[in-house]
C-alpha cells in the first residue's frame, strides 16, 4: 500500500541553523501539507501546497519557514533559523486531486532545536 | 473559526470491551468531512475512520464506528472488542469542503489506554 515517507525521523540541530525536512508523498497525491505537534500539544496546521504554490499557511508559517517541492516526488519544509519553540514532530501528509480527500499522514520527523 | 473539542483527556477500557470517545465541532459551514485518527505511541497519525457532513448514515471500518449527530454537531467513535493495538491517542479533525481551505483542524486528543 502506498505511504507517505519522511526523513529524517530525528534532527538534531543547533539554534540558528537551518533545517531541511523532506517527505515524499504518495505518488498520484496532488495537495501536500505539514502539519506540527509541539510534545503533548494538539496537532497544528502550517501550509498546503497545490500545484506548485502554498494554497494556504497559518500564522504559525511566518518568513522563517518555507516550502518546496523541488522535483517530482520530494516536498520539503526548511526553517531558517531554527529557535527553541520549534522543536516539534513535523508531519507531512499528502491528499488525492481532491481537497477533501483524505490526508495520509508520514510518520513525522523530531526535531530538537538545542 | 472552526474548532474542534475532545471533553475527555484520558480514557481506560477494559480488553475486549467497548468504548465510546466523545468529540464536538464548532462550524458554521454545512458540507464538511470529519476524521478520527489514532496516534499511538510511535506518533505516526494514523486514518482510523471518516464521515461526510451529507451523509446520514454513520461510517464504520470494522470495530470502528461513529455516531455522527449533526445538528448537535457532535462525532463520537465507538470502538468495539477493543483490543490492546487500539491503545494510543485518538485525534478528532474536521475539513471544510469550501474551495481553498483544506486544512485539518484538531482536537486535542484522547488518550486511550486498554486494561488486559
Known amino acids: 500500500e502506498p505511504e507517505v515517507t519522511q526523513t529524517p525521523s530525528h534532527q538534531v540541530t543547533q539554534m540558528g541553523q537551518e533545517v531541511i525536512l523532506r517527505c515524499v508523498p504518495i505518488?498520484?497525491?496532488?495537495?501536500f501539507y505539514w502539519y506540527r505537534q509541539i510534545l503533548g500539544q494538539k496537532v497544528e496546521f502550517l501550509v498546503s501546497f497545490y500545484n506548485n504554490e502554498i494554497s494556504e499557511k497559518s500564522e504559525i508559517f511566518d518568513d522563517q519557514f518555507s516550502v518546496e517541492r523541488p522535483d517530482g516526488s520530494n516536498f520539503t519544509l526548511k526553517i531558517r533559523s531554527t529557535k527553541l519553540e520549534d522543536s516539534a514532530m513535523y508531519f507531512c501528509?499528502?491528499?488525492?486531486?481532491?481537497?477533501?480527500?483524505?490526508?495520509?499522514f508520514g510518520p513525522g520527523t523530531r526535531l530538537t532545536v538545542l | 473559526a472552526q474548532t474542534v473539542t475532545q471533553s475527555q483527556p484520558e480514557m481506560s477500557v477494559q480488553e475486549a470491551e467497548t468504548v465510546t470517545l466523545s468529540c464536538t465541532y464548532d462550524t458554521s459551514e454545512s458540507d464538511y468531512y470529519l476524521f478520527w485518527y489514532k496516534q499511538p505511541p510511535s506518533r505516526q497519525m494514523i486514518l482510523v475512520i471518516r464521515q461526510e457532513a451529507y451523509k446520514q448514515q454513520n461510517a464504520t471500518e470494522n470495530r470502528f464506528s461513529v455516531n455522527f449527530q449533526k445538528a448537535a454537531k457532535s462525532f463520537s467513535l465507538k470502538i468495539s472488542d477493543s483490543q490492546l493495538g487500539d491503545a494510543a491517542m485518538y485525534f478528532c479533525?474536521?475539513?471544510?469542503?469550501?474551495?481553498?481551505?483544506?486544512?485539518?483542524?484538531f482536537g486535542k486528543g484522547t488518550k486511550l489506554s486498554v486494561i488486559p
Open positions: 505518488s498520484n497525491h496532488l495537495y
Open positions: 479533525a474536521y475539513v471544510h469542503s469550501g474551495a481553498g481551505s483544506y486544512q485539518l483542524t
Open positions: 501528509a499528502s491528499s488525492g486531486d481532491r481537497g477533501t480527500d483524505t490526508q495520509y
